[in-house]
Structure formats: structure tokens, C-alpha cells
């Protein structure tokens, strides 16, 4: 999908609060980054079996789902995106912590770190444990 393709009504997409969207926003402003999208994907390292990750892209592949989000270019590549379509990813400040969070509709177990989920068609029949 080119980055600046709308996306049809409905489409199933991983969306980012308005409290994340700013944040990321301000992180690439931050990194005078603009030209940079921000990754969101999923590895088979978490503690439930899949594990979120977010990072600074500056060349995405050719392979990756691009969405455009109010001026802000979220990539996804296949794999990730089938994992997470319809997430939702929000930013949190607050006593316990500061972060994103991903909020996982796909996920059958998630950790009580909130970084690490299993989803239905995961081969890990083990609990989550994090140890927090």
C-alpha cells in the first residue's frame, strides 16, 4: 500500500490513540526525524509467546503495510499485521508507569507487563509469567 493511499471505510487497521499519536509524533520531532515512520510489529520473544515492539523506521519494505495517521506513517510488515489488525495502541503517563500500550483484541492470554500476548493460533501452550 503507498503511504498515501486512503484507507477504505472499515478496513481493519491497528489504530494509535490521540494520546499516542502526539507522542510519536513529538518523538520524531524530538530525533529531528521527519522523514521516519514509526515500526509497530510483533517477536516470538515475549513472556506469552508474542512479544510488542515499536521503533523509529527510516527505509521500510517493500512488503510493509503503510497507514497514514495524521501526518504519521505507521508501518506494519505481513507477519505483525496479521497479529495485530485492530489493535489499539494508547499512550499511558501515570504512577505505575509511562509507555505505550497495546491493546490486543487477538490475544487469548496477555502478560501483567502489558509488552507480551498469546495469540489463538500460538504453538505456546504456556501461561503467561512474567514475573512482574
Same mark, same amino acid.
Given at each position: 500500500?503507498? !503511504?498515501? &493511499?486512503?484507507?477504505? !471505510?472499515? *478496513?481493519?487497521?491497528?489504530?494509535? %490513540?490521540?494520546?499516542?499519536?502526539?507522542? +510519536?509524533?513529538?518523538?520524531?520531532?524530538?530525533? $529531528?526525524?521527519?522523514?521516519?515512520?514509526?515500526?509497530?510489529?510483533?517477536? @516470538?520473544?515475549?513472556?506469552?509467546?508474542?512479544?510488542?515492539?515499536?521503533?523509529? *523506521?527510516?527505509?521500510?519494505?517493500? %512488503?510493509?503495510?503503510?497507514?497514514?495517521?495524521?501526518?504519521? =506513517?505507521?508501518?506494519?510488515? /505481513?507477519?505483525?499485521? &496479521?497479529?495485530?489488525?485492530?489493535?489499539?495502541?494508547?499512550?499511558? *503517563? @501515570?504512577?505505575?508507569? %509511562?509507555?505505550?500500550?497495546?491493546? $490486543? /483484541? $487477538? +490475544?487469548?492470554?496477555?502478560? &501483567?507487563?502489558?509488552?507480551?500476548?498469546? +495469540?489463538? =493460533?500460538?504453538?505456546?501452550?504456556?501461561?503467561?509469567?512474567?514475573?512482574?
Amino acid at each position: 500500500m503507498d !503511504p498515501d &493511499e486512503t484507507l477504505q !471505510p472499515g *478496513e481493519q487497521v491497528v489504530t494509535l %490513540t490521540k494520546a499516542a499519536l502526539a507522542r +510519536a509524533k513529538r518523538l520524531l520531532e524530538e530525533r $529531528n526525524l521527519p522523514h521516519h515512520a514509526l515500526r509497530v510489529f510483533v517477536s @516470538g520473544s515475549g513472556c506469552c509467546g508474542l512479544q510488542y515492539g515499536m521503533a523509529i *523506521e527510516s527505509q521500510p519494505h517493500e %512488503t510493509d503495510r503503510h497507514f497514514l495517521m495524521d501526518g504519521l =506513517d505507521v508501518v506494519i510488515d /505481513p507477519v505483525s499485521l &496479521e497479529y495485530l489488525a485492530g489493535a489499539t495502541i494508547g499512550y499511558v *503517563e @501515570g504512577p505505575t508507569g %509511562t509507555g505505550f500500550k497495546i491493546d $490486543n /483484541p $487477538n +490475544a487469548i492470554a496477555a502478560c &501483567e507487563c502489558g509488552q507480551s500476548s498469546r +495469540a489463538e =493460533d500460538s504453538s505456546s501452550s504456556e501461561g503467561c509469567a512474567c514475573g512482574s
